[in-house]
């Protein structure tokens, strides 16, 4: 809640100069003062009004796109340890490998308790000033003069007039009070001729007039509310300065006699340096000089008032200006990984960089880690180390401190950082469950965060594949125009509905699945509305050719398999055809029905890739086969290139190989690019 509220106080910040530039863009040719003044009183408003806005108008986020770091689709080729395997673990000393991570302290409570203390402190001045003009207007003397009902009646003031009051507390004519205005005379008034006592009355009444005591009071509010801002600061003497430029207009006006009212502002101005605190002074020397400059130059007086026809169009241009500041998001949130670029975000080199480490190199990382716990990339470094040799205990001590302090980041979710409720050599149930109670305090934290709300979704997926797709859902509610979020959800009904899919044999060792949630999956996807919902999981749903198992036992269980995922996949492809009937992507691949093994020809007409051997790789002597999944458009340009298997260091060489190669139109094909080291 702090984190959201200060975050939203800054956004209005920054979108209330955007607001400042626009207004000074339209009133660089306007000399009109009322004109200008209605201008800025509408960027008020908006400065105030824009936090309720906020909560009103829905987004519509600016989509960025960052550059991925690296190819890093090779995340998944790290090897898996099976249960059962004798890994080598060498011998590092880590400080304290079991210690909990530590707590960490949410550094906004102190920001937002010093800005409501700040805020009451202006708010409580404030009410101090107007408390002081209402004793002082009580304790003021009623007086009459025909002069008055005449410069009323000049202004077109509506009956009953404002009450005219002689004070011992002002020196200079003010004007006080929103519901019942009142005129503020100083005791020596009765020594004024008819002409000044008619242009003094002239300036006041426009004040009523205009309503500028309320105008005045708003921009107070304001500035307390945004103290921290110098645009509402600048605001307040701006909207105060532009309303006795326009009262001066209409004075002059009524007076016909410009260099004789000059004089009487620089009379007043002599009287009282200061202006009274809560009331509209008629004159005060810091902006007098300004104001007579102002006045012997008027050729046309204008009228103090702007029109309603004028207000009408300011107000209907104005609105739609604050609903679309409102609505846009100026500061774009770090991209959400869709289906397509999930394994682009990963930072592959810290990876590779962590699987060539040795003991030495561990136990110095650990130091220098323990000096500056944010260096993210040192801290993948370790984790992909502690992952290639299953310590599992320095590894988990990483996993959570990732959790606890940085759950919005793009590292989360990967075999190095990730946590498996199964039986696994590399954590236990109690620690899945450790796992699982801080992705639930964070989420709950950072419910505005779509980021922490993916990687929780990431990490319920399979244990509670509900939670998963509740916080997927809120995810996209925050952003309703990323389609990731879509996307991701596709994901997670298709992983759901593959797995029910599996085939089915004594031989072969199943996951478990939660019909409930299959049964929510088919639902979703059979009656969704979007395109990209129905559509991704029918791609992904689609069977990769089963040549492999040809003389598997169980290859009959895999065709028949293969056989209901091709159909459903076809279901849900033409569900997304009906909906989006133009989008090529939702055309049925040639390879949905491929459940058999591939023919010769098919199998001699597989692209040949010639990657260069990666100097790395060749003097680690590391040589094996990396097993890419490529896509074609329809001219068999490669459009995409996924990676099934392969070492980490064999892997972008390959990938960059394979985008140059021509394969079959239309296609999804599997290549193996092998690496051979000569003797």
């Given at each position: 809640m702090p984190e959201s509220f200060l975050n939203g106080l800054f956004a209005v910040s920054i979108r209330a100069l955007c607001l400042v530039a626009l207004a000074w863009l339209l009133t660089l040719g306007i000399r009109r003062a009322s004109l200008n003044h209605a201008i800025w009183m509408v960027v008020l408003g908006g400065m105030l009004f824009l936090p309720a806005l906020n909560l009103i108008v829905p987004p519509m986020p600016i989509p960025v796109r960052l550059p991925a770091l690296a190819p890093a689709a090779a995340l998944k080729s790290l090897p898996t340890i099976a249960a059962g395997n004798t890994v080598r673990q060498p011998s590092i000393p880590v400080a304290r490998p079991d210690a909990p991570p530590t707590k960490r302290r949410n550094p906004y409570p102190i920001p937002l308790a010093a800005y409501l203390a700040v805020t009451a402190a202006f708010l409580t001045r404030l009410a101090l000033g107007y408390w002081r003009v209402r004793r002082l207007v009580r304790a003021s003397v009623p007086i009459s003069t025909p002069v008055l009902e005449q410069v009323a009646v000049a202004h077109s003031l509506a009956w009953p007039f404002p009450d005219l009051l002689e004070s011992s507390g002002v020196r200079v004519p003010a004007v006080a009070g929103l519901r019942e205005p009142v005129v503020l005379l100083p005791p020596g008034w009765r020594h004024w001729d008819e002409w000044e006592l008619r242009a003094v009355l002239a300036h006041e009444l426009a004040h009523v007039r205009r309503r500028d005591w309320a105008a005045a009071l708003a921009a107070s509010v304001n500035k307390c509310l945004f103290w921290f801002h110098p645009l509402a600061w600048w605001l307040e003497r701006r909207l105060a300065a532009l309303a006795e430029a326009a009262c001066d207009e209409g004075a002059v006006r009524i007076t016909r006699d410009p260099r004789r009212y000059a004089q009487l502002l620089l009379a007043f101005a002599s009287r009282a340096p200061f202006a009274q605190s809560g009331a509209l002074a008629m004159a005060r020397a810091s902006n007098v000089e300004r104001r007579i400059d102002r006045v012997l130059n008027l050729r046309l007086p204008a009228g103090p008032v702007v029109s309603k026809g004028a207000w009408a169009l300011l107000l209907a241009c104005g609105i739609p200006i604050l609903c679309a500041a409102a609505a846009l998001q100026l500061t774009p949130p770090p991209p959400v990984p869709g289906?397509?670029?999930?394994?682009?975000?990963?930072?592959?080199?810290?990876?590779?960089?962590?699987?060539?480490?040795?003991?030495?190199?561990?136990?110095?990382?650990?130091?220098?880690?323990?000096?500056?716990?944010?260096?993210?990339?040192?801290?993948?470094?370790?984790?992909?180390?502690?992952?290639?040799?299953a310590m599992h205990q320095p590894r988990l001590r990483h996993i959570f401190w990732l959790i606890e302090h940085h759950p919005e980041s793009n590292v989360h979710g990967g075999r190095q950082t990730g946590l498996i409720a199964?039986?696994?050599?590399?954590?236990?149930?109690?620690?899945?469950?450790?796992?699982?109670?801080?992705?639930?305090?964070?989420?709950?934290?950072?419910?505005?965060?779509?980021?922490?709300?993916?990687?929780?979704?990431?990490?319920?997926?399979?244990?509670?594949?509900?939670?998963?797709?509740?916080?997927?859902?809120?995810?996209?509610?925050?952003?309703?125009?990323?389609?990731?979020?879509?996307?991701?959800?596709?994901?997670?009904?298709?992983?759901?509905?593959?797995?029910?899919?599996?085939?089915?044999?004594?031989?072969?060792?199943?996951?478990?699945?939660?019909?409930?949630?299959?049964?929510?999956?088919r639902t979703a996807l059979e009656t969704a509305q979007e395109a990209e919902l129905a559509g991704t999981a029918g791609l992904m749903l689609i069977p990769i050719d089963p040549g492999f198992y040809e003389d598997a036992p169980w290859k009959d269980a895999f065709d028949a398999s293969a056989k209901r995922a091709s159909a459903y996949a076809a279901l849900l492809l033409e569900r997304a055809r009906s909906l989006e009937p133009e989008n090529p992507r939702w055309r049925q691949p040639a390879g949905v029905r491929r459940f058999s093994s591939p023919s010769a020809a098919s199998t001699a007409a597989l692209p040949v890739i010639s990657p260069a051997y990666p100097p790395l790789a060749q003097h680690a002597r590391i040589q094996g086969t990396v097993r890419l999944s490529i896509t074609s458009d329809r001219e068999g340009r490669v459009t995409q290139v996924k990676v099934v298997s392969g070492h980490p260091l064999l892997v972008p060489a390959a990938v960059e190989a394979a985008k140059q190669v021509t394969t079959h139109p239309d296609s999804v094909t599997q290549v193996d690019v092998p690496f051979t080291l000569s003797r």
């Open positions: 289906a397509a670029d999930w394994e682009d975000a990963y930072p592959m080199q810290s990876l590779i960089e962590g699987w060539a480490m040795t003991p030495a190199d561990a136990q110095a990382a650990e130091s220098k880690l323990a000096a500056e716990p944010g260096d993210l990339a040192l801290r993948m470094k370790l984790l992909s180390y502690y992952f290639q040799y199964r039986p696994n050599p590399l954590n236990s149930h109690a620690d899945y469950d450790r796992g699982k109670e801080l992705w639930r305090s964070q989420a709950q934290i950072h419910r505005d965060d779509p980021r922490v709300l993916g990687n929780a979704a990431a990490y319920f997926r399979e244990a509670d594949p509900f939670e998963a797709e509740n916080l997927l859902l809120q995810a996209r509610r925050l952003e309703p125009g990323n389609p990731g979020w879509t996307r991701r959800l596709a994901i997670l009904y298709a992983g759901a509905i593959g797995i029910d899919l599996a085939p089915v044999s004594p031989g072969i060792p199943g996951r478990p699945v939660d019909a409930a949630f299959v049964a929510r999956a």
